[in-house]
Every structure is written in C-alpha cells, then in structure tokens.
C-alpha cells in the first residue's frame, strides 16, 4: 500500500529565516506530487505540482520554491520567510496516469513570528 | 484561481439527518472529486464523478453532477457525530494539466 510523509508536523520560526518542508511518498513510482497551502479556516491554494523528476510547475508566485530531486520526494523551500508565509502545508501525490485521485499527507503548520 | 465553490459555507444538523451540500464550478471538466478534511488534518478522498456520469453511491454517500449546470452535490444520509469535518470539491479543468483546483469547503457539524 501507498504512504506519504510529511514533516515536521508543526514549526515555528522566525521572519527572515529559512525553510524546507520535506515530503516523501512510498508505494508507488512516478507519482504526480503537489504542494498546497491552506490559510486559516480557508480552502486549498494550488503552490507547486511536479510530474517527474526535475519538473516543477508553480502556480503562484512568491518566494516559495519546491525541488523533486527524487522520483518519490518532493521539498518546499524559502530562503527568507514571510508573516504571510504562515498556514497549513499540505504534500499529496496522485497516480501518474489519471484520473488524479490525490492522497494527502497529514500537513505541516508552519507559524512564522 | 477558484474553480469551484461550495455551499453553503457552513451547515449544522442534528445526528441522523440529512446533510447536501453544492458545489458550483465554471468550466468544463473531465471529473469532479468531493474530499473531507478533518480539523487540523490532511484531506482524504471520497468519491470521483466523471463528466459523463450523472450520480454515483459510496455507502452512506450520493453524488450528482450536472454538467449543463456546472454544478455537483454531495449527499451523506443518516450523518453521525463522526461526520463533523470541512467537504470540499475539486475539479480538473482541461488547462490545469494534472493539478486539482478546490474550493473553499462547507464546514459540516453534526450534533449528538
């Protein structure tokens, strides 16, 4: 069966600071992978989706970044964190060839102060 | 950008009832998707519904899709206490390429 794994599942840090949320999923092989955030109370804003190795297609443009540089790992990234940059992180994989179910990690909540 | 929008934004019942809720999106699609979200949870995944398919049933839930209306709803018979969580759609429009685009969610609380 197929897991997905996030962490660290809560962090704090300081504006300005770095980040790497990392995700890994096992199971499967070539899945899609996709970052979301999710404000407070709010629905679910697409950041980042990748379809293979290297691939990385961004959807909003901030000073996130995210890497895949394994077939079942994907990172989220920033260099300098923003107070906006706080919410709910969600990792979720989908198979590569449709129809795109998408399975969820268990989120990381990330509190830039 | 939103695809799809959910109503209403909240919806509180009593456990045994019947709960709808809608979900109103703008352009074509392959499928549309319903997922649950437990507080402070990932999403999980609960019912596809292809363009070409009018309802479907999954145990205590129904789904309709109306494609000449743009619109979906989600019906969860009998609800239990343990129904209590956010229910969002998600919509693969032509040009999001493999992504799904979400809604904002109708928050359920079912009450013992």
């Known amino acids: 069966s197929q897991t997905i794994h996030q962490w660290p599942a809560t962090l704090v840090q300081p504006v300005g600071s770095p980040l790497s949320l990392e995700c890994t999923v096992e199971g499967t092989s070539n899945p899609n992978l996709y970052w979301y955030r999710q404000a407070a109370g709010r629905g679910l804003q697409l950041l980042f989706y990748?379809?293979?190795?290297?691939?990385i297609s961004s959807e909003v443009p901030q000073n996130l970044s995210a890497s895949r540089p394994q077939d079942r790992q994907f990172i989220l990234s920033s260099k300098k964190l923003l107070l906006s940059d706080s919410g709910f992180y969600l990792c979720a994989w989908s198979r590569g060839n449709g129809p795109y179910e998408q399975y969820f990690g268990p989120g990381t909540r990330l509190t830039v102060t | 950008s939103q695809q799809g929008e959910e109503d209403p934004q909240a919806l509180s019942i009593q456990e045994g009832e019947n709960a709808t809720m809608n979900c109103s999106y703008k352009t074509s699609i392959n499928n549309l998707q319903w997922y649950r979200q437990n507080s402070g949870r990932g999403l999980v995944h609960l019912i596809l519904i292809r363009s070409n398919e009018r309802e479907k049933h999954s145990g205590r839930l129904r789904v309709t899709l109306d494609t000449s209306k743009k619109s979906s709803s989600l019906l969860i018979t009998a609800s239990r206490a343990a129904d209590t969580a956010s229910y969002f759609c998600?919509?693969?429009?032509?040009?999001?390429?493999?992504?799904?685009?979400f809604g904002k969610g109708t928050t359920l609380s079912v009450s013992s």
């Open positions: 990748s379809v293979g190795i290297g691939q």
């Open positions: 998600a919509t693969d429009p032509p040009q999001a390429g493999t992504a799904l685009i």
